[in-house]
C-alpha cells in the first residue's frame, strides 16, 4: 500500500511542478520555492508556493478530522480519506482539462490549491497507517534508509560496540524512494504527451489502496 502511496505522492508532485513550477507534496522544497521567490520579488511564483503549503495544511487538517471521525466506526476511515483524495484529484484533472493548456493565473492557483489539499490529506492517511515510510517527506527517507543500513552493518559486524539499534526494515525506506522516483519519472513523462490527465497514475494508485482495503486507525 505504502509504495502506490509513494506512486501517487511522486506523481502528483512532478505533474504540478511541471506544469505550474511549485510542489504541493513535498512541502520541504516547496518552503524553499516559497522563500527564493520572495526574496527574487517572483511573487507570482511566490503566491503560487504559499497557496501550496497553505492547502497542504489544510487538507492534513482535513485528513485527520476525517480519521478522527471515523475511529469507532466499524469501516476503513483511511479508505474513505482516500477516497476524497482521490475525489480531488479527479475534479484537479477535470478542472485543469477545462481551463486549457494555459490556464489563468487564478485558475493556476486554485488547481495548485486542490492538489496541496490532496496531498496533505493523503499524509495524514499514511500518518495514520503506519509508523514506518512517508509517501512525501523524502528528505527524511532517505536519511532512514542511509542510517538503517549502516547500522544493521555495524551491528553485525561488532554487536557489543554498535552505538544503536539497527533499524528494523532499513531496505523498505530504499525500497519507496525508488518507487517514489521511478513514478515521478513515469508521471513526467505521461505529463509531457497528456497534461494533466497524467494524473490518471496517482488516482489509479490510490484506488488500487482502497481496493486492498487498508486497517482502521
Known amino acids: 500500500m505504502i509504495l502506490l502511496l509513494a506512486l501517487a505522492g511522486a506523481g502528483v508532485d512532478a505533474v504540478m511542478i ?3 513550477n511549485v510542489l ?3 512541502q520541504t522544497g516547496n518552503t524553499i520555492l516559497l522563500a527564493v ?4 520579488g517572483q ?4 503566491a503560487s508556493a504559499a497557496i501550496s503549503v497553505i492547502g497542504y495544511v489544510a487538507g492534513a487538517a482535513l485528513g485527520e478530522y476525517f480519521l478522527v471521525r471515523k475511529s469507532g466506526s ?6 474513505e480519506t482516500l477516497l476524497v483524495e482521490a475525489a480531488l484529484l479527479g475534479i484537479l484533472m477535470v478542472s485543469w482539462r477545462m481551463a486549457g493548456t494555459a490556464p489563468s493565473q487564478t485558475m493556476g492557483l486554485v488547481l495548485v490549491a486542490i492538489a496541496a489539499i490532496a496531498m496533505g490529506i493523503q499524509s495524514a492517511a499514511v500518518r495514520c497507517l503506519h509508523n514506518g515510510p512517508t509517501t512525501t ?3 527524511g527517507l532517505l536519511t532512514s534508509f542511509t542510517t538503517g543500513m549502516v547500522a544493521s552493518f555495524l551491528s553485525r559486524r561488532n554487536p557489543d560496540n554498535s552505538s544503536r539499534p539497527a533499524e528494523d526494515s532499513p ?3 530504499g525500497t519507496v524512494w525508488v518507487t517514489y522516483l521511478a513514478g515521478a ?4 513523462l505521461l505529463y509531457l504527451f497528456a497534461g494533466g490527465m497524467a494524473l490518471l497514475l496517482p488516482v489509479a494508485s490510490i484506488a488500487a489502496v482502497i481496493a486492498l482495503g487498508p486497517r482502521r486507525c
Open 43 to 46: 511573487f507570482a511564483l511566490g
Open 171 to 173: 531496505w523498505q525506506y
Open 185 to 188: 519519472i513515469v508521471c513526467g
Open 37 to 40: 521567490a520572495l526574496a527574487r
Open 24 to 26: 504541493t507534496a513535498a
Open 74 to 79: 466499524k469501516t476503513s476511515g483511511i479508505a
Open 18 to 20: 511541471m506544469g505550474f
Open 137 to 139: 517527506y523524502i528528505t
